[in-house]
């Protein structure tokens, strides 16, 4: 089968990558997704410019459907990262890297573009967990305008991860932005900001941080993603590729991922729950299905979601 992607002529021979802040904290992590059959490139945890230790735990917590989690960027700062995609790598890496402001920003990116580093970067413009931070992408002037000064100076591969949005014209919005900008790709989605879970027998949250608001991951969000997925595919720029993030468990949600429109799937939640054995598992049951269709390849079907 024919599971390959590729993101401005970067070949991926596989299409999975974990979702950036699972499993890809340490250099031990990241070796781990790269050295997997099953996982064709790995994404860094959003790096900031120095090291940040995050929010206080318990910042993470699994739940029937998915999780919630409020880890408030803890990383390596940005050193760590950009040493760890300076090295050789079979497959592809992502760096992502994410300022706690837009000035931030431009420094993170000021310094890439100077590097040796001329493989995929994304930018993340939806941390929901920041505490008193907003998330960039949902301020249309504002992503507008960081997009605008970052690409008068760099000039190397760039992506950006993005928050789900909820309203169709929003989708409009953002994609009349950036289709303004010569991306590699949109990564969508990031988790669904500031929900809120209950333990009823203890009569509390479950998270610290926030007072227990956090980012939605996991089953719950497959709707969200690939509607987001299907919505960007449909607004953007062929150019513009699209990573469909959010909500897969089985190989019928990464069907469904690469229906919509996406060019390679991220696992996340999953990949927290499950290990890095989820990858062969859901590549089992993607060929399955695929075989059972008669599709060899994802380009058979990708974007070719029927309506009715
Ligand atoms: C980079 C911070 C993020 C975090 C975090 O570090 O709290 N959690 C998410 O679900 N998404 C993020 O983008």
């Known amino acids: 089968f024919d599971l390959t992607g590729q993101i401005n002529g970067v070949p991926f021979d596989r299409l999975f990558l974990n979702a950036s802040g699972v499993h890809c904290q340490s250099t031990t992590e ?9 996982v064709g490139g790995a994404v860094t945890k959003s790096a900031t410019l120095e090291k940040r230790a995050g929010n206080p735990a ?15 960027l803890p990383n390596n700062g940005f050193d760590y990262y950009i040493q760890y995609v300076l090295q050789f790598h079979a497959k592809p ?21 100077d590097s040796d580093y001329q493989g995929l970067t994304e930018l993340n413009l939806s941390c929901p967990n920041v505490i008193g931070k907003p998330q960039m992408a949902y301020d249309f002037e504002g992503t507008q305008a960081l997009l605008q000064s970052v690409f008068s100076f760099f000039k190397k591969p760039l992506g950006v991860k ?35 879970w ?19 991951g996991g089953k719950m969000v497959l709707p969200t993603a690939l509607a987001n997925v299907r919505a960007l595919r449909q607004r953007l720029n062929d ?14 949600d990464v069907f469904a991922h690469i229906l919509c429109g996406a060019e ?29 269709k008669g599709y060899t390849a994802l380009a058979d079907f990708r974007g070719k979601l029927n309506t009715i």
């Open 198 to 216: 209950v333990d009823v027998a203890s009569e509390s949250v479950v998270i610290k941080p926030k007072g227990g608001f956090g980012g939605l």
């Open 93 to 113: 890496t992502i760096l992502s890297v994410a300022g706690l402001s837009a000035d931030d920003d431009i420094q993170l990116l000021n310094q890439i573009q």
């Open 264 to 292: 390679l799937v991220s696992i996340g939640t999953q990949l927290q729950a499950e290990g890095i054995g989820v990858y062969h598992r859901l590549t089992n049951e993607l060929e399955r299905i695929m075989a059972d």
């Open 162 to 196: 993005l928050p789900p949005y909820f309203d169709l014209v929003h989708f409009d919005q953002i994609t009349a932005i950036l289709n303004q900008f010569p991306l590699t790709h949109v990564n969508s989605i990031n988790s669904i900001g500031n929900g809120l």
């Open 58 to 72: 318990p910042r993470y917590y699994e739940l029937a459907n998915g999780s919630i989690n409020s880890m408030g």
């Open 30 to 38: 990241l070796d781990e997704l790269l050295q997997d059959e099953f």
């Open 239 to 252: 150019s513009i590729k699209v990573i469909g993030t959010g909500g897969v468990q089985t190989g019928a």
